[in-house]
């Protein structure tokens, strides 16, 4: 019976240890779990910000466990958990493959433009808080990675019905797009490994009015923090106690 | 009074023509919206009180600036239409294999935001663990529980002629596409959209097939934890417009009351329009050796069948015959193109010929029924034809004369002509200099209106060189007091607000100018001016549609109403944008 009980408190311990596998990030950045959000940008106060929009509307997001909606953060308050993964199927489309970077056969952790925002982030990019009154009018806005951290390869794209547009693909090496101002659109943010991932980023766009054209620009820096989904991290956990048992036996 | 606004490089382009609105008026019923673009939702919602909910949804204008403004407005799903804008029309491929073939021409709103069309979303709001987890007979316990949309009928002149739905998700193309409701193998159990958990937000493509009207009657259910099932039905309507440019003139008549029409038919598909709901493109070249130029033959007739579609006029209008004991005429009073027109019937009787002059005797006469033959234009371009029509008494004498009815034709031009093929089309009407016309911020005729704002316009009948009262009432027509109407040409502007592109604004003061339905941002709608507006409509200044019959061209015609009662004064005009 005592060794009924210590295995029971090791599985207990090892799924405490699997909850926070991968939670690796700062203290002072809220885990933005699920919900809506946008890598959104917008001029206040003559200064340009490259940042987070999240919830809005009746769309709302969670961050450290609270819902909340209709807020601003800045790049460096917020990680992204991204927690849905597919076994990349064989026979995928090579044009997909190369632009993710992924292999058949491997997994490959998503954030889903078809992402319904239940138990996971759906993320947009959002141009539309550049205004555009009568006589003012933004350019479309460039966002180039200038360089990132993290144990896989990143990608950005949009599945039009089939046609793949990647507008970063660390395994192609397209590391710059274009997005229209007043825009927003969801994407697929695909990411061939666990961990944790930092990306540097620079947003430009410039405004014209009567008084003339000025262009703006910011860098931000914007974490991801990728995990298994929960179901297989449950089975790394129960196949660690089968060995743990094992070894007591012995 | 007219004010002439000029500013430089993309900027836009003000026109002069301001309505000014005296009075507010109370309608008698209440005015429809349609959606032609922005971010809404299919908003489905349940409380264990009140119990379901489902319509329309949108959120204001929310910015960075102005935190905490974030008002969710619902509108009931009868209150309005989804008519879908030029940028939704597509040639079928592999994404709509599971209901098409390849390469035959759809209309869909997008699952990813494209500019210039409508957004549509799924916003699911039901409480946690108040439904099971499941869909049609079959729910577990598991999970917070989730409800479906299933699709029960599809009902109007769309399906009618054939017309299918299909909705579809994209995903992220590792995962398999999702199928949502699939009408191309009829409608049963299988053509849901499934698993709406709570505070889900999701996207569909929804992708139609044939121009016209669908009523999509669909049904929102789930099984809530103590077993019984509930449900509710709701329609959302869509309209695929008609293109309204025909080959052939299969013309008629109609007077109801004191109103006259000139109408075109397409009987191959069903349609009637009214005279400035379509557009002739002749594109065949003459073959008759004396004339040069193009040839599109006509139809004239008083019948006035009925048909499935009608654009721009009730089906009570156009089916109203002008009965006249001496007879109907129709005269062909203006013809503002280049080179000349003639029509000639079957026996090479020349009915009508601006090669000397227009009198009274370029007219077809009705007493006798259907005329045929043909119609030459003599060059390429644009041509307005304005005819009108008189029905005589016994004595021969005219009892009734209507308004001039304006038919736009193109000789060999389509109807998405652009600026340059609409500019050398005037010139050469006019015998001026080329190149006269080639600025659109140009304002050639002085009337305060740009040669773009023409350009747009023409579907009005708006002319870049003469400036006459029936030539600026075409464009903008105050038929009453506290509205303010104008046609839309999509064939020209597809709504992306890239020019070109047409926009009302709206002033209080004649300082301060605010766009109205910019289609900017997320929403594509207008910022409301104060609370919710009259009739509990949620848009306070909105541009909508003059409906006159159930379906639409890419022709439309839009007022604005501001209904507010405490606007001593309100001033609208239209704006443009020449790059």
């Known amino acids: 019976m005592k060794k009924a009980l210590d295995t029971s408190l090791s599985l207990t311990h090892v799924l405490g240890l699997s909850v926070t596998l991968g939670f690796s990030g700062s203290a002072t950045a809220a885990l933005f779990t699920s919900g809506h959000g946008d890598f959104a940008v917008g001029l206040h106060d003559g200064e340009f910000e490259f940042g987070y929009h999240l919830g809005e509307g009746d769309d709302t997001a969670t961050v450290d466990g609270v819902i909340i909606n209709d807020a601003e953060y800045e790049a460096d308050e917020l990680q992204v958990r991204v927690n849905q993964s597919v076994v990349v199927p064989v026979g995928t489309d090579p044009a997909l493959l190369s632009g993710t970077g992924a292999t058949e056969g491997s997994a490959l952790y998503l954030i889903s433009q078809d992402s319904d925002g239940v138990g996971s982030v759906i993320l947009g990019l959002g141009t539309e808080e550049l205004e555009q009154p009568a006589g003012v ?34 395994a192609e090496a397209i590391n710059t797009f274009i997005f229209p101002a007043g825009g927003h659109e969801e994407r697929n943010w695909a990411f061939t490994e666990t ?40 089975l790394v956990v129960f196949s660690a106690i089968g060995f743990l048992a094992r070894r007591r036996r012995s | 009074m007219q004010v002439h606004c000029n500013k430089n490089l993309g900027a836009l382009l003000a ?28 908003q489905m919602e349940y409380d264990e009180d009140a119990g379901w909910w489902a319509g329309v949804s949108y959120t204001l204008s929310t910015s960075f600036d102005n935190p905490g403004v974030n008002d969710v407005v619902r509108i009931e799903a009868n209150a309005l239409e989804f008519v879908l804008p030029p940028l939704t029309r597509q040639i079928s491929a592999s994404a709509t294999d599971f209901f098409l073939p390849a390469g035959v021409p759809i209309w869909r709103i997008p699952q990813g935001f494209v500019e210039g069309t409508q957004f549509l979303g799924l916003r699911v709001l039901i409480p946690n663990n108040a439904f099971l987890t499941g869909r049609g007979d079959s729910y577990t316990s598991i999970g917070n529980g989730n409800i479906n949309l299933r699709l029960l009928s599809m009902t109007g002149s769309g399906p009618d002629r054939g017309g299918l739905l299909g909705t579809w998700q994209d995903g992220s193309g590792f995962t398999p596409r999702k199928i949502g409701f699939n009408t191309s193998d009829g409608i049963d159990a299988d053509d849901e959209i499934t698993i709406l958990r709570p505070g ?13 009207v669908y009523e999509v009657n669909m049904e929102v259910y789930g099984r809530l934890v103590d077993g019984t099932d509930t449900s509710h039905p709701f329609t ?39 005279e400035q709901h379509c557009y002739l493109h002749a594109t065949t070249p003459s073959s008759d050796p004396t004339i040069t130029g193009f040839e ?57 010929d601006t090669r000397d002059g227009l009198d009274a005797g370029d007219s077809w006469f009705f007493s006798d029924g259907q005329r045929t033959g043909k119609l030459y234009f003599t060059e390429q371009g644009i041509h307005h034809l304005s005819f009108v029509a008189t029905g005589f008494d016994a004595g021969n004498s005219p009892v009734s004369v209507s308004r001039q009815l304006l038919m736009r034709c193109g000789a060999n031009v389509s109807a998405g002509h652009s600026y340059v093929e609409w500019a050398d089309s005037y010139e050469r009407a006019y015998g001026l200099s080329a190149g006269a016309l080639s600025d659109p911020a140009g304002n050639f005729d002085g009337d305060a209106i740009s040669n773009q704002l023409e350009y747009l316009l023409d579907v009005a009948g708006a002319d870049p060189v003469t400036f006459d009262e029936s030539s600026v009432s075409g464009s903008i027509s105050r038929e009453r007091i ?19 592109a047409l926009f009302p604004s709206f002033s209080q003061d004649l300082e301060s100018w605010e766009i ?64």
């Not at chain 1, 993290?150 to 507008?167: A, H, K, M």
């Not at chain 2, 026109?15 to 299919?42: M, N, Q």
């Not at chain 2, 869509?238 to 007077?255: D, K, M, N, R, T």
Request: hydrophobic share 40%; proline share 6%.
């Open chain 2, 200 to 212: 889900a937000h999701t996207h569909y493509n929804w992708a139609f097939t044939q121009p016209g």
């Open chain 1, 195 to 234: 961990g944790t991932y930092v990306l540097d980023f620079t947003a430009s766009a410039t405004r014209t009015d009567g008084a003339g054209s000025v262009p703006y620009t910011a860098n931000s820096s914007f974490t991801f923090v990728v995990v298994p989904e929960p179901s297989s991290t449950l």
């Open chain 2, 482 to 500: 506290g509205r303010f109407s104008f046609m839309r040409d999509l064939h020209k502007d597809s709504l992306s607000d890239e020019a070109p």
């Open chain 1, 137 to 170: 009018t933004w350019s479309d806005v460039s966002y180039t990675l200038n360089g990132s951290t993290g144990p896989g390869q990143f990608s950005l794209y949009f599945n039009d019905g089939g046609t793949f547009e990647f507008g970063i693909s660390e």
């Open chain 2, 15 to 42: 026109s002069a023509l301001l309505s000014p609105i005296l009075a507010p008026l109370a309608l008698a019923s209440p005015p429809s919206f349609d959606l032609l673009r922005g971010h809404t939702e299919i």
């Open chain 2, 236 to 274: 959302m309507t869509f309209q695929v417009p008609h293109e309204g440019a025909l080959s052939e003139l299969e013309a008629s008549l109609s007077l109801d009351g004191d109103d006259w029409a000139l109408l075109c038919r397409d009987s191959s598909v069903s349609v009637t329009y009214a």
């Open chain 2, 296 to 352: 599109m033959p006509f139809t004239f007739d008083l019948n006035n069948p009925a048909t499935r579609d009608m654009v721009g006029i009730s089906a009570v209008s156009a089916t109203s015959l002008p009965t006249f004991d001496g007879g109907v005429s129709l005269t062909l009073v203006k013809h503002v193109g280049p080179g000349e027109v003639i029509a000639m019937d079957l026996s090479s009787t020349t009915l009508v």
């Open chain 2, 516 to 579: 109205i339905g910019a289609g900017r941002g997320r929403n594509g709608l207008p910022i409301a001016l104060g609370e919710v507006g009259f009739d509990g409509l949620p848009f306070r200044l909105h541009e909508r549609p003059v409906i006159t019959g159930n379906a639409r061209s890419l022709f439309m015609k839009r007022d604005i109403l501001n209904p507010a009662s405490d606007q001593d004064s309100s001033f609208f005009r239209l704006e443009t944008v020449t790059e």
